[in-house]
């Protein structure tokens, strides 16, 4: 069983940043990744990384303001928001594959944390 505990979320202005991070109990060999979901709407996937780390996929709505990273000594990853927009308020959620590649569905994910707050004001 792993345990994903997230951090990071908070209130910030249009235009700020905020660096979510995740921490899993155990060593995971599948990607992880970060899902999103507003009042309202539907989980939605916001990026992920494979077990190296070396590779990672960004929605089209968060690339180039959005970056995941993934230090397997700490068993945790990351999720550095810049450039932040009204639209992106959401909880938050953090998941983990046993063992397998980096997916955009929430589906193969067989780990979820509880979710961290992220609000940005206009």
């Known amino acids: 069983q792993v345990r994903l505990v997230e951090s990071g979320g908070g209130l910030v202005q249009a235009g700020g940043s905020l660096r979510l991070s995740c921490a899993a109990s155990?060593?995971?060999?599948?990607?992880m990744a970060w899902f999103r979901q507003a009042p309202g709407k539907e989980r939605e996937f916001v990026a992920a990384?494979?077990?190296?780390?070396?590779?990672?996929y960004h929605a089209d709505s968060v690339k180039g303001r959005f970056t995941i990273s993934r230090d397997n000594a700490k068993n945790t990853v990351h999720l550095q928001l810049n450039s932040l927009k009204p639209e992106d308020t959401a909880v938050y959620y953090c998941?983990?594959?046993?063992?397998?590649?980096?997916?955009?569905?929430?589906?193969?994910?067989?780990?979820w944390g509880q979710g961290t707050q992220v609000t940005v004001s206009s």
């Open positions: 155990v060593r995971t060999f599948g990607a």
């Open positions: 990384v494979s077990w190296k780390g070396d590779i990672t």
């Open positions: 998941a983990a594959r046993t063992i397998g590649p980096v997916v955009t569905a929430t589906g193969p994910y067989d780990y």
